[in-house]
């Protein structure tokens, strides 16, 4: 039988220790974020799909979250005030159906998910594209959110 | 599919004894679909935010190898404000049996979404043998 013949799927959580050290130091970061009110971030991870990864620069909030098997129109994307919403459906396409399945670990399904940022945007500088996978937005940050060089004299 | 589901966040699993690795950082199990029809098997792996030019299949003494190197894809002056899930490599064998054709291999890229072809060895394919009367 074939399905004998596969092996080394994940055994346990066991993580590299290192790996551990930087996420913890992350959730610590999150908290004493949280607690003092730094940088208007008072929200700790949801676990609605899609997980989102947040960065900013200068100029621009960029949100990126992993989509495998979905196009970029498979995804609906909305900007009002500060939030951003997306919407889409993932479908895993249907396989011969005498198939017989080992393994089905990738999952198809409907999401929503509106996502605030910390500061205020600016609608019409929104671009959003996807490569191999991973969904990118960029929006623009409005002037009163940029941050300012104030020159001490 | 006739009704379809809400999709529900899946934290990525980590490998759990990585091979020795050549660079550090974090390295995934893709999450995979393995399904045998009479001709063939296949193997669909998610392993998104890989280039099509970083993905390496080796197929060694039977053993397969599917790994998928990413590029850092951030630019170099973001900086994190919310960071849901890792990004890392992904890494996963498989043991083939014998009754694959290891010559037809076949492996397809598109949208983040590796797709092995594994095509049955002719001995292994089953065969409907008829039987006429004398």
């Given at each position: 039988?074939?399905?004998?013949?596969?092996?080394?799927?994940?055994?346990?959580?066991?993580?590299?220790?290192?790996?551990?050290?930087?996420?913890?130091?992350?959730?610590?970061?999150?908290?004493?974020?949280?607690?003092?009110?730094?940088?208007?971030?008072?929200?700790?991870?949801?676990?609605?799909?899609?997980?989102?990864?947040?960065?900013?620069?200068?100029?621009?909030?960029?949100?990126?979250?992993?989509?495998?098997?979905?196009?970029?129109?498979?995804?609906?994307?909305?900007?009002?005030?500060?939030?951003?919403?997306?919407t889409g459906e993932r479908r895993i396409q249907p396989e011969d159906e005498n198939a017989r399945y080992y393994r089905r670990e990738r999952e198809g399904?409907?999401?929503?998910?509106?996502?605030?940022?910390?500061?205020?945007?600016?609608?019409?500088?929104?671009?959003?594209?996807?490569?191999?996978?991973?969904?990118?937005?960029?929006?623009?940050?409005?002037?009163?959110?940029?941050?300012?060089?104030?020159?001490?004299? | 599919?006739?009704?379809?589901?809400?999709?529900?966040?899946?934290?990525?699993?980590?490998?759990?004894?990585?091979?020795?690795?050549?660079?550090?950082?974090?390295?995934?199990?893709?999450?995979?679909?393995?399904?045998?029809?009479?001709?063939?098997?296949?193997?669909?792996?998610?392993?998104?935010?890989?280039?099509?030019?970083?993905?390496?299949?080796?197929?060694?003494?039977?053993?397969?190898?599917?790994?998928?190197?990413?590029?850092p894809w951030e630019g170099s002056k973001e900086s994190d404000v919310l960071v849901e899930f890792d990004v890392g490599n992904y890494f996963r064998q498989f043991t083939l049996?014998?009754?694959?054709?290891?010559?037809?291999?076949?492996?397809?890229?598109?949208?983040?979404?590796?797709?092995?072809?594994?095509?049955?060895?002719?001995?292994?394919?089953?065969?409907?043998?008829?039987?006429?009367?004398?």
């Amino acid at each position: 039988m074939m399905t004998r013949s596969l092996f080394n799927f994940p055994v346990g959580n066991w993580r590299h220790p290192f790996a551990e050290m930087d996420r913890l130091s992350r959730r610590m970061d999150w908290l004493t974020n949280a607690m003092l009110g730094n940088r208007g971030l008072h929200w700790f991870p949801a676990r609605v799909f899609p997980a989102v990864n947040i960065t900013e620069d200068k100029e621009r909030y960029y949100i990126r979250a992993e989509l495998p098997g979905m196009k970029a129109e498979d995804v609906e994307l909305q900007v009002t005030g500060r939030n951003l919403s997306i919407t889409g459906e993932r479908r895993i396409q249907p396989e011969d159906e005498n198939a017989r399945y080992y393994r089905r670990e990738r999952e198809g399904g409907k999401f929503s998910r509106v996502i605030g940022l910390p500061g205020d945007i600016d609608a019409d500088r929104v671009e959003a594209g996807m490569t191999s996978g991973v969904l990118t937005v960029a929006i623009g940050k409005s002037e009163a959110s940029k941050p300012k060089q104030i020159t001490v004299h | 599919m006739a009704e379809s589901k809400e999709l529900q966040v899946k934290e990525k699993q980590e490998v759990a004894a990585p091979a020795e690795m050549t660079r550090s950082g974090l390295v995934f199990t893709p999450s995979v679909d393995i399904f045998e029809t009479e001709q063939e098997m296949t193997l669909m792996a998610d392993m998104p935010g890989v280039a099509t030019e970083d993905i390496k299949i080796d197929l060694e003494d039977s053993v397969l190898t599917v790994s998928g190197e990413i590029k850092p894809w951030e630019g170099s002056k973001e900086s994190d404000v919310l960071v849901e899930f890792d990004v890392g490599n992904y890494f996963r064998q498989f043991t083939l049996s014998d009754a694959i054709d290891q010559s037809r291999i076949d492996a397809k890229f598109e949208d983040g979404v590796l797709r092995l072809t594994l095509p049955k060895a002719e001995k292994a394919v089953p065969r409907q043998i008829s039987v006429t009367a004398a």
